[in-house]
């Protein structure tokens, strides 16, 4: 499924990250940008030790904002690493700090001319935010962000679940509406 939102689109698709034949794909990365489980876990094996060599330079990076390596050994140029909230009850900061996730990665990947990015679902895995929310926060920060610049053709949230493919399917739906 995929919308046109100003010069660019926004596709939602099932898949595999670490497949994505696109300029930079996202990482939903832990603070210390030490790899990890999930998302962040398989990027970094199928990227290879470059990735964790770059990370390894950049002192970390804090919830809501992200930074650019190599691609490693991945078809995308580069990996953006998204630091997401850790969810507890949606008042403590975690909508802005998870919108923060998606425009700060989309700046840094225009910053370094990649014009297509692929996103995964920034922490609806183990950091627990609920799905439908989470959704809806990512499809509206990247139409906000579409509609405002011309820098990025393409944005393509690879998603690996049924569950997670039709929130952000729904949220998808509902803004092109």
Known sequence: MKIN??????????GDITKESVDAI???????????GGVDGAIHRAGGPAIMDECRKLGGCDTGDAKITTGGKLSAKYVIHAVGPLYRD??????ELLSSCYRRSLEV????GARTVAFPAISCGVYGYPIP???RIAVDTVSEFLEG???IDTVRFV???????????????SSAT
């Open 90 to 95: 949606g008042k403590h900061g975690e909508p």
């Open 26 to 36: 996202v990482n939903a990365a832990n603070s210390g940008l030490r790899g990890g």
């Open 5 to 14: 939102v100003g010069n660019g689109t926004i596709e939602v698709v099932q």
């Open 109 to 112: 990947a225009a910053e370094n």
């Open 133 to 135: 929310e989470a959704a």
């Open 159 to 173: 998603l690996f679940t049924n569950d997670v493919l039709e929130a952000f399917q729904n949220s998808l739906e």
């Open 149 to 151: 610049h011309d820098s």
